[in-house]
Nanobody, 125 residues
Framework: QVQLVESGGGLVQAGGSLRLSCAAS????????MGWFRQAPGKEREFAAF??????????ADSVKGRFTISRDNAKNKNTVYLQMNSLKPEDTAVYYC????????????????WGQGTQVTVSS
């Protein structure tokens, strides 16, 4: 059984940075794409970023493009994906979810086979 555990969330002032991590266990995910989604209070969950299995291709939502960077470490026993978030804005406040193995459209959360419990990011103005 695959488990995804996010970490690195917290409270930061606008303009600051945070780095989220997502550690996978249970099986190797080095051959599947992984993504990050977020859900703000009172809003629907939305796509943030995606990285393919090799790390050669990345995709971002327009709202985070140029500020967020997704990366991954497929080294043996590592199985970790990261989300570097810079120039944070209050509107980035949300619970951030790590996902793995999309069954189709990588921007559709419901297509993923695995997801974590989420980590809270709060950006104060």
């Amino acid at each position: 059984q695959v488990q995804l555990v996010e970490s690195g969330g917290g409270l930061v002032q606008a303009g600051g940075s945070l780095r989220l991590s997502c550690a996978a266990s249970g099986r190797s995910l080095s051959s599947v794409g992984m993504g990050w989604f977020r859900q703000a209070p009172g809003k629907e969950r939305e796509f943030a970023a995606f990285i393919n299995w090799s790390g050669d291709n990345t995709y971002y939502a327009d709202s985070v493009k140029g500020r967020f960077t997704i990366s991954r470490d497929n080294a043996k026993n590592k199985n970790t994906v990261y989300l570097q978030m810079n120039s944070l804005k209050p509107e980035d406040t949300a619970v951030y979810y790590c996902t793995a193995s999309p069954g189709g459209d990588y921007t559709d959360f419901d297509r993923y086979h695995y997801w974590g419990q989420g980590t809270q990011v709060t950006v104060s103005s």
